[in-house]
Nanobody, 115 residues
Framework: QVQLVESGGGLVQAGGSLRLSCLASGSRFSMNAMGWYRQAPGKQRELVARITVHRGTGYADSVKGRFTISRDNAKNTVYLQMNSLKPEDTAVYYC?????????WGQGTQVTVSS
């Protein structure tokens, strides 16, 4: 069983940066590809970035060049560095396995970008 706890969200002005963290419990973390997802008000949850066991990465077109996903298996943690933030990045951000698992959704962390 894996439990995921997201942190690092907040209120930031457009053009600013935030670093999100996702701490995973459970010994199988290093064996899973992981992803960051987000859900904006009135919209469906979408995949933002993903990272494989071997640290291969992929990004949604809307964040490519601005966001960077990374992982530290020794700390059971996945990060999302978000730079050049835009108001349209405002959402609740979640981490989960990739592909996502219904069992692992946490509370998420709110990111609000003001214009």
């Amino acid at each position: 069983q894996v439990q995921l706890v997201e942190s690092g969200g907040g209120l930031v002005q457009a053009g600013g940066s935030l670093r999100l963290s996702c701490l995973a419990s459970g010994s199988r973390f290093s064996m899973n590809a992981m992803g960051w997802y987000r859900q904006a008000p009135g919209k469906q949850r979408e995949l933002v970035a993903r990272i494989t066991v071997h640290r291969g990465t992929g990004y949604a077109d809307s964040v490519k060049g601005r966001f960077t996903i990374s992982r530290d298996n020794a700390k059971n943690t996945v990060y999302l560095q978000m730079n050049s933030l835009k108001p349209e990045d405002t959402a609740v951000y979640y981490c989960n396995t990739y592909p996502q698992s219904i069992d692992y959704w946490g509370q998420g962390t709110q990111v609000t970008v003001s214009s």
